[in-house]
């Protein structure tokens, strides 16, 4: 059950690691599991990437009401505390990741209550992480709330070991690694290609597992747990 005060979760990740595709599903499975909830879009899609959660709402309902975020930055908390309901959950979709002042990257990391970092099992996208946790140190070195860290892989193959050690490598490196992943789907019923189509409600699939996980893991996160 998540607490009365709800959660923020905010979703990271470069341009087509799945970020947009991980909210839209785990979004729409909290609507159907009963859990108060809502998404906040603050991502412009690239040029090799499907389209934004809001347009995606706006074609097949979540389920859940999603919303832009405010152009200017700094009213982002506002917003965010605005539309999260109470006991429930607030996700926040973000642009490709960089580690710069002027993206809204440092000042939704300092917002939310859970990043979810979603990550390719390459060797370079390893890297990421340890850019996501040292913004994350530099938010808390200025007396800054920091977010509980969790990472997502995204598009892992099945017939591939690459998951796996990547996994290893994270945990190794005493990173909290999801248990559940994104699988690499792009027959018509996958997850490649379900923009903007209506979310499929299995709590056996991989994004509907998922979504109960992170609401765990954010029910313990605003409870001090």
């Known amino acids: 059950m998540i607490p009365p005060q709800g959660c923020k979760i905010g979703v990271f990740g470069k341009g087509g690691a799945g970020k947009t595709t991980t909210l839209a599903h785990v979004t729409a499975h909290w609507a159907a599991d009963s859990i108060p909830c809502g998404a906040m879009d603050s991502d412009e899609p690239g040029e090799h990437e499907d389209g ?3 347009t995606w709402s706006k074609t097949s309902s979540l389920g859940a009401p999603v919303r832009k975020a405010p152009a200017n930055h700094d009213d982002l908390d506002v917003e965010l505390d605005l539309y999260l309901p109470a006991g429930g959950i607030l996700g926040l979709d973000t642009p ?12 939704a990391l300092s917002l939310v209550n859970v ?13 990421r992480a340890g ?15 920091a977010p509980k860290l969790v990472i997502l892989l995204t598009r892992t193959k099945s ?3 690459a998951a796996d050690q990547s996994r290893d490598a994270l945990a190794g490196a005493k990173y909290h690694v999801l248990t559940n992943e994104m699988p690499d789907q792009h027959a018509m019923d996958g997850y490649g ?3 903007p189509k209506p979310v499929r409600i299995d709590f056996t699939s991989p994004l509907g597992k998922l979504s109960r996980e992170l609401a765990g893991i954010g029910a313990a996160a605003v409870s001090g747990r």
């Open 52 to 54: 934004s959660l809001y």
């Open 96 to 107: 490709a990741w960089e580690r710069k002042p002027e993206t809204i990257h440092l000042r």
């Open 115 to 127: 990043a979810v970092l979603c990550l390719q099992p390459t060797g370079m996208e390893l890297n």
């Open 131 to 145: 850019s996501l946790l040292s913004a994350i140190k530099q938010i808390e070195a200025v007396g800054g709330r």
């Open 159 to 161: 017939s591939a070991n």
């Open 193 to 195: 290609q379900s923009f």
